[in-house]
T-cell receptor, first 112, second 117 residues
Framework: AQSVTQLGSHVSVSEGALVLLRCNYSSSVPPYLFWYVQYPNQGLQLLLKYTTGATLVKGINGFEAEFKKSETSFHLTKPSAHMSDAAEYFCAVIRGADGLTFGKGTHLIIQP | GAVVSQHPSRVICKSGTSVKIECRSLDFQATTMFWYRQFPKQSLMLMATSNEGSKATYEQGVEKDKFLINHASLTLSTLTVTSAHPEDSSFYIC?????????????FGPGTRLTVT
């Protein structure tokens, strides 16, 4: 069975600082991993995904994530935070044809 | 491309009534659609998976007689909450997959806020 753990329900960084959101997964099969962002009262927007190939994945809005099989991690980073990055971020692992299993989410706060 | 819409965006209904939520893939044929619910400040939980023309597969603990799912075409799935109660109040989000060249990617609708009074 697949599961996702996001460390830190809330992360606060200063504008311009590095953003690091942590995600660890458990999967009995090679995982397909995703990061989504959700703004208040809206659906989810895909930031990036890892399926196969290069382990460093670049996404939208300057975000990237690195798949590390040895650490079962897929942490999300952005070199310089912007106020517009404040949102809820979800890491997810696919369950084949059965939908996504989401982590509990990390609320990113950007301090001016 | 890959736009998914939901209707309505918000609905308020009285306890005991039923409400239908529509999920449409606007520019691609969705072989599979998924329904999730999200309680305030919580993550999304998968409720059910539906394939066009087939019965939906429900997750453990989700009442299939209460949450009726129909996926009659490759662009439309509906979720009907029957005999709604206040505890059914939640944010319901659908997603669709099946876009050519992106078999594992799900595209999410904007969600429907259901409030049962």
């Amino acid at each position: 069975a697949q599961s996702v753990t996001q460390l830190g329900s809330h992360v606060s960084v200063s504008e311009g600082a590095l953003v690091l959101l942590r995600c660890n997964y458990s999967s009995s099969v090679p995982p397909y991993l995703f990061w989504y962002v959700q703004y208040p009262n809206q659906g989810l927007q895909l930031l990036l995904k890892y399926t196969t190939g290069a382990t460093l994945v670049k996404g939208i809005n300057g975000f990237e994530a690195e798949f590390k099989k040895s650490e079962t991690s897929f942490h999300l980073t952005k070199p310089s935070a912007h106020m517009s990055d404040a949102a809820e971020y979800f890491c997810a692992v696919i369950r084949g044809a059965d939908g996504l299993t989401f982590g509990k989410g990390t609320h990113l706060i950007i301090q001016p | 491309g890959a736009v998914v819409s939901q209707h309505p965006s918000r609905v308020i209904c009285k306890s005991g009534t039923s409400v239908k939520i529509e999920c449409r893939s606007l520019d691609f044929q969705a072989t599979t659609m998924f329904w999730y619910r999200q309680f305030p400040k919580q993550s999304l939980m998968l409720m059910a998976t539906s394939n066009e023309g087939s019965k939906a597969t429900y997750e453990q603990g989700v009442e299939k007689d209460k949450f009726l799912i129909n996926h009659a075409s490759l662009t439309l799935s509906t979720l009907t909450v029957t005999s709604a109660h206040p505890e059914d109040s939640s944010f319901y989000i659908c997603s669709a997959s099946g876009l050519a060249g992106a078999p594992y990617e799900q595209y999410f609708g904007p969600g429907t806020r259901l409030t049962v009074t």
